[in-house]
């Protein structure tokens, strides 16, 4: 398990001086795949994975506000949280079958189980959890280890948007 690390353009390093140093390689023109497979970390992470399904009565506008300017769980808990990005289910009812209709899902990264320990009672998620409550028709979580591919384009952007 690597202490942290930095997410820039879709590859993961273990340090920001590894990064850096790929950095200032990739200016002087040297093949990044070469050099980055030099310093490239293979973070694992633990993903916490909440699904929602809201009240009939929840407009659209209320969840994409909720999602957009009220949760902010990076901001909430630097340092617990690495990175969390949100979902729409996109077929919420062409799988109804299977889906029990939760239609949205987050993403939480936090370091490994002892983040989550930290994540879990702090008095920021206990914000967000009544917060989002009187929404909430019903709620699965699930939590998984996680490596983190560097070969999937948009993942580092999406999940970490200020490089966490």
Same mark, same amino acid.
């Given at each position: ?46 993903? =916490? &994975? ?9 407009? %659209? ?7 957009? @300017?009220? $949760? ?52 920021? =998620? &206990? ?9 909430? %028709? ?7 280890? @996680?490596? $983190? ?16």
């Amino acid at each position: 398990m690597y202490q942290y690390f930095v997410a820039r353009r879709g590859v993961f390093f273990a340090s920001r001086a590894n990064y850096r140093a790929w950095n200032s390689q990739r200016k002087k023109g040297v093949n990044s795949a070469i050099f980055s497979s030099i310093f490239f970390a293979d973070p694992m992470v633990l993903l =916490h &994975l909440i699904y929602h399904k809201f009240k009939p009565e929840v407009s %659209e506008a209320e969840i994409e506000r909720m999602y957009h @300017e009220d $949760l902010n769980l990076k901001a909430r808990m630097p340092g617990i949280v690495l990175g969390w990005t949100w979902y729409k289910n996109i077929s919420l009812e062409s799988r109804a079958d299977v889906n029990e209709g939760f239609s949205h899902g987050v993403i939480v990264y936090v370091r490994d189980l002892e983040g989550l320990n930290q994540y879990l009672p702090h008095p920021e =998620h &206990l914000k967000v959890k009544a917060l989002q409550g009187p929404m909430l %028709e019903k709620i699965m979580c699930m939590d998984l280890e @996680e490596q $983190l591919p560097a070969d999937c384009p948009g993942l580092a952007e999406r999940a970490f948007p200020d490089g966490a």
